[in-house]
């Protein structure tokens, strides 16, 4: 058998062999000179740094413990591209129920996520940060580049950390001894040209003998993306009898009226339920309508939002200066700003809402009264817009205090003297909801004034405007309904302020190992105020609202 040889590749062998037999022959009588010279499989003890694990006050040198602990880390909080600490935790198996996030609509508009461990809500998982509370419980005020792992005890931790942890604790650590600078810009949208997203993070440190300092800020903004724009949500769907029909509200644009029998005879309709002919005046009960189909069903999927509108701004800062040897003062905030919002399809006005249209109204060509003890009406104020709200959310958040360590019993104790303060800040601008009072006032009996040529209210209260309930695009109609449906303006302010004391370390050796104590005592404090504005209080009263489909 033949064998080519490379030369080049045996004199590079060669050279590599003399190299390691000269390098030997120097090494050894060294070696042979230092008797002190330790082995080379004898290494320098190494101390671990002992960290407080999630779920207990005793600080340990691993992750380790007897209770179930999620990690994350800091690359792979990175690897998942998620805009915000809420999306990430969510993804988590533990984290199931009701949970919100910027991608539900109705009731989510604020641009918060929960965080709900074991389907018991999020009320019962704790959010913390370094092992401190946080004031509103919302992972995505939280800046990402400030958490370097996120910590996830899927048990109960009620006897740690109070009653609020019966689900479970969601602990975000912070970065320690950051040293460097760093940039990043990030930009996306859908593959249906919407939804965009940008923003970017500036994160810089400073480590040295004497402490650290850790800093930034954090942008993003994400844009609405409307439930039409997708086939799987652009139609609301209703199983019906005769099988699945687009559309699910029966209080749609043109109204959903139940007429007298003799009325409804006229049209044959077998329920007695009919709708306004588009362009029609609604004026000629004979023949400005028509029977009420599935077809007339309201498909208020397409105004819905899929993806709420975000956008956010974190500013935070952390520091730590040592003091001695044995003594270290602390400090970590952050101040995040959000303006968020949310869409639905416009309100509802009808009999089982409260609405009580007048037999005596000038515009009731029935001569019938529609309430909830009359005859039904449903109709959808399209001409008044959609319902929408507007959220602008302040927090701040800062904790500080003072951390060492001492000898006792010839342990390593430690200890930790802090105060924590939280501010939240909350305004919301609710549109598309007509004042119900004010709509009964317009719908109550009225006459034509002859002198004028206009209607006017018989009550003759000031600002009453008489509109057409059966033709809610009639300019007068349209007007009305704008007057009752003004902004809506509410506040929510809360503050919190707490001050703890804590200390842990050994007491003694066992085989198993040392027993350890950690013991403490905290305080906190808590102020909420809320400001509603009674419109919104007035609708609070009325039976089911919200209901999008009733069925007869």
């Keep these: 058998m033949n064998i080519n040889t490379n030369k080049l590749a045996t004199s590079v062998r060669t050279a590599l062999t003399i190299g390691a037999v000269i390098a030997a022959g120097v090494a050894m009588p060294a070696f042979a000179q230092d008797a002190n010279q330790k082995p080379a499989d004898q290494k320098d003890a190494t101390t671990l740094q002992t960290i407080t694990v999630t779920g207990s006050h005793i600080r340990r040198v691993d992750l380790e413990t007897s209770n179930p602990v999620v990690t994350i880390d800091a690359a792979q909080i990175k690897a998942t591209g998620k805009l915000t600490l809420g999306d990430i935790v969510q993804q988590l198996p533990a984290v199931t129920g ?3 996030n910027p991608q539900v609509n109705n009731g989510a508009g604020t641009g918060s996520s929960t965080v709900g461990l074991r389907g018991l809500g999020s009320q019962r998982t704790l959010i913390l940060i370094d092992g401190k509370r946080i004031i509103n419980g919302d ?70 003998d004497k402490g650290s300092i850790m800093g930034g800020i954090d942008y993003n903004k994400t844009e609405a993306v409307l439930a039409k724009n997708r086939d799987f ?66 498909n208020y999927a397409t105004v819905n939002l899929i993806q709420t509108p975000q956008e956010r701004t974190s500013m935070f800062l952390k520091g730590t200066y040592n003091l001695g040897d044995h003594v270290q003062a ?66 701040d958040q800062i904790h500080t205090g003072f951390k060492g360590d001492f000898t006792f019993l010839d342990h390593d104790w430690n200890w930790d003297v802090g105060m924590g303060y939280g501010h939240f800040s909350q305004q919301v601008i609710t549109r598309g909801l007509p004042n119900q009072d004010k709509l009964n006032a317009d719908l ?27 033709n809610l695009f009639d300019p007068n109609s349209v007007a009305a309904l704008q007057a009752a449906a003004v902004p809506a303006i509410s506040n929510n302010f809360s503050i919190e302020r707490s001050y703890s004391a804590d200390v842990n370390g050994g007491l003694f050796e066992l085989p198993a190992g040392t027993v350890q104590l950690a013991a403490g005592v905290s305080y906190r404090k808590e102020y909420t105020r809320s400001e509603i504005d009674p419109l919104l209080l007035i609708r609070s009263e009325e039976r089911r609202v919200g209901q999008e489909c009733r069925s007869r």
């Design 98 to 100: 009701g949970n919100i």
């Design 330 to 395: 602390y400090f970590d905030g952050y101040h995040n700003k959000t303006s968020s919002g949310f869409q639905l399809a416009p309100a509802l006005l009808g009999a089982p809402y409260g609405a009580v249209i007048s037999k005596d109204s000038y515009y009731n060509p029935f001569g019938v009264e529609f309430s909830s003890n009359g005859y039904d009406y449903r109709a959808r104020l399209v001409s008044a817009g959609n319902r929408s709200a507007n959220y602008g959310t302040s927090t």
């Design 233 to 298: 949500s652009k139609n609301t769907v209703s199983l019906k009898a005769t099988g699945p029909v687009v559309g699910g509200s029966s209080f749609p644009a043109y109204g959903n009226i139940q007429l007298p029998d003799n009325l409804a005879a006229q049209y044959g309709c077998a329920d007695g339920y009919v709708a306004l002919n588009p362009g029609a005046s609604g004026q000629n009960p004979a023949t400005d309508y028509h029977c009420f189909t599935d077809s007339d069903l309201y």
């Design 444 to 470: 109550g009996p009225s006459h034509l004034d002859a002198a004028t040529g206009q209607v006017v209210c018989d009550s003759g209260a000031s600002g009453c405007i008489p509109f057409n309930p059966f």
């Design 139 to 208: 992972p995505n005020s939280i800046p990402a580049d400030m958490i370097e792992r996120i910590e996830v005890l899927t048990d109960g931790a009620s006897s740690v950390y109070g009653s609020d942890a019966i689900g479970g604790v969601v602990n975000f650590i912070l970065k320690k001894d950051y040293q460097g600078a760093q940039f990043t810009v990030n930009y996306g949208q859908s593959g249906h040209a919407d939804g965009r997203s940008k923003g970017y993070t500036f994160t810089f440190g400073q480590t040295s």
